[in-house]
């Protein structure tokens, strides 16, 4: 499994309701950047917002036994396993990571929690939804990686889009568009 960050809709699954592993047998891949954030107790006892202080939390009841046994932190700019590469994307959380994957000539964006609803957050990139971890660092994150997309035509996966979540970004003139991928049921 590859974690991109350490907010609960991204961790709380590695755990069942009665906090078993949900997948015993998986690996999980994890970003050294927000492992080392979010464990440190130096960084926990500064938390500035009780939402912060409760994300601490959570991540410390599911970063733990099994969990923590099974984890392998990767570095950033790196392959971390074949045909994907890890890149670092600060700013929704400390060392929030999204994914390039690559089959050959042709690669996909899976860009996490980069953006959420693109219809507000990819139009606007500098609005600052209240769950970025640093606004300011969140929105020069989405500037250079939107322009990266539009220059390299790259396609983009994103947890949050709606279906089917696939798109190509646009440059506009106030900001960039998402252009959906028109699903198809066939292959």
């Not at 392998?72 to 959380?93: K, L, N």
Request: aromatic share 10%; hydrophobic share 35%; charged share 20%.
């Amino acid at each position: 499994m590859i974690i991109s960050h350490y907010h609960g809709d991204h961790i709380n699954g590695l755990l069942k309701s009665d906090n078993s592993l949900a997948f015993p047998n998986a690996e999980i891949l994890v970003p050294a950047p927000e492992h080392k954030y979010w464990m440190d107790d130096g960084e926990m006892s500064r938390a500035s917002t009780p939402r912060i202080e409760g994300l601490f939390k959570n991540v410390r009841r599911v970063m733990r036994g099994e969990v923590l046994k099974r984890l392998r932190p990767y570095e950033w700019d790196r392959e971390i396993i074949p045909g994907v590469i890890a890149v670092g994307t600060p700013g929704h959380s400390p060392g929030h990571t999204c994914h390039i994957i690559t089959s050959g000539a042709s690669k996909v964006y899976v860009q996490g929690d980069l953006t959420h609803a693109p219809f507000l957050f990819v139009r606007n990139p500098g609005w600052h939804p209240y769950f970025d971890h640093d606004p300011f660092r969140a929105e020069a994150t989405r500037r250079k990686v939107y322009d990266m997309l539009v220059a390299e035509k790259m396609l983009v996966q994103a947890i949050h889009y709606p279906f089917p979540s696939v798109a190509h970004i646009e440059k506009t003139a106030t900001g960039y568009r998402e252009n959906p991928v028109a699903w198809n049921p066939t292959i």
